[in-house]
């Protein structure tokens, strides 16, 4: 039950909201402002949501690196000065620029938080050789297996492959070390077609490209053919 709160936006968005309000009531009380306490809670919140961004939001379906979630905290804050500026001038200088640029930077950071937040997934690699690479074969179903067997192979849904998620690897064995934390998606052919997957490169591996022999694997049994899905995402709609 913790877990599952913890891992919901609504919780982080509500505790932000809450912990700037606390904040900005003991700074009036405090500094006895002319100010709400909303005006002293919002650079608060915004502070929050912006670390809130840093550490659960992914620009790109979660599959940037950090600089570019970094790089749209940037761009949220350019934009927050130029429409700051507009609100300002619009309300005819009545409020402070300063509290018109925390205002739309807090609201933009608020709303990029919520649609870009990324939900975290577990992935199990304890029957994995630490050599291997690990690849998510997109199914036809939308529920995935998140169990990597020995051949680094699991199974990921359409919703996860497109929307993104904060990977975190699991080891009960610690007898290998995780892969690389950011994926790749790629395309496999096969004679079935293009097969989609999201793969992890293994520390140990050097290479620029994946190297799996999806068709020996079917072949083996060890991939059921039936259960992936095929084709061009684009023109199957995803």
Known sequence: MLEELLNSKMFWLVAASITGLTIGSIIKRLRHGNHSSTAYAMPVIGFLLTILILKFAKINTAYFQFQYTLMGVFF???IALLFGFMMYMFNERKISYAISIVFIYTSLAMVCFYIFYKPE?????SNRPPEKDVFLLLKKEDAGYFEINQEGIGYIGSQYFINGFRPKFIDDNKNSYAPAAFP???EIPTRYGLAHAIWFRSQT?????????LDMLMEQGIVKMEELKFGDLKETGK
């Open 205 to 213: 591996n050097t290479s620029i490209h994946p190297t799996l022999d």
């Open 184 to 186: 790749n998606i790629i």
């Open 76 to 78: 949220i804050f350019i």
């Open 121 to 125: 997934q577990k992935i199990n690699i």
